[in-house]
């Protein structure tokens, strides 16, 4: 029962580089959210997705893009990275909105 | 603005004994809300909830009480055992809304 997944683990780029980050989960959950984590900020809402084919913005949302084509994959795009944005990238879903959500593992993306 | 805060960023008990972790708001329109619990290289974890009809919930050493009129939610662990040291969050959600909001945790450490 794998759950939410998060592709890469790591990942180290130079400031202007683009790279997705992959989120899959395997629940069935409509929802699907993507936070960052930065030390002593708490996790803040980048985007999420209330369903396939759908995305809205959240608290932070400037500098991502996100889509999500097929309903268990939501993906976080960075097209031109930025050091602030080196951070720890969490992905959740949730069977509702605002319902407990499930978290990944997170993936922790430093930037040059 | 913080619309939900924790103020202390630690907390340091003795095996055995309660550890109380604390997270005020300020937005009345909050109506369901959320603990979660954090260990290093993990996501977190969903841990207990309470919504804005009652005012106690209780899952075996873990209870969240809730305090409309003073918006303050507490999470009660007793006893607390050592694999309680984690990072814990409290999370809200507004009536209707599909996000949830975040407080920036409070760092518990239980000693042996």
């Known amino acids: 029962n794998a759950g939410v997944t998060q592709t890469p683990k790591f990942r180290v780029l130079k400031t202007g580089q683009s790279m997705t980050l992959l989120c899959a989960q395997d629940m069935n959950h409509e929802y699907m959210y993507w936070y960052r984590q930065d030390p002593g900020m708490g996790l803040r809402l980048i985007h999420y997705s209330v369903g396939e084919g759908t995305t809205a913005k959240g608290e932070v949302p400037d500098g991502y893009n996100v889509s999500r084509l097929k309903k268990q994959n939501f993906l976080l795009g960075l097209e031109s990275a930025a050091p602030s944005q080196t951070s720890v990238y969490f992905c959740?879903?949730?069977?509702?909105?605002?319902?407990?959500?499930?978290f990944g593992d997170g993936t922790r993306l430093s930037i040059l | 603005d913080q619309q939900v805060k924790q103020n202390s960023p630690s907390l340091s008990v003795q095996e055995g004994r309660i550890s109380i972790l604390n997270c005020d708001y300020t937005n009345s329109m909050f109506d369901y809300f959320l603990w979660y619990k954090k260990y290093p290289a993990e996501g977190p974890t969903f841990l207990i909830s309470i919504s804005s009809i009652k005012d106690k919930n209780e899952d075996g050493r873990f209870t969240v009480f809730l305090n409309k009129s003073a918006k303050h939610l507490s999470l009660h662990i007793v006893p607390s055992q050592p694999g309680d040291s984690a990072v814990y969050f409290c999370?809200?959600?507004?009536?209707?809304?599909?996000?949830?909001?975040f407080g920036k945790g409070t760092k518990l450490t239980v000693n042996p």
């Open positions: 999370a809200l959600r507004k009536g209707g809304s599909e996000k949830l909001v």
């Open positions: 959740a879903s949730a069977t509702q909105g605002g319902q407990p959500q499930h």
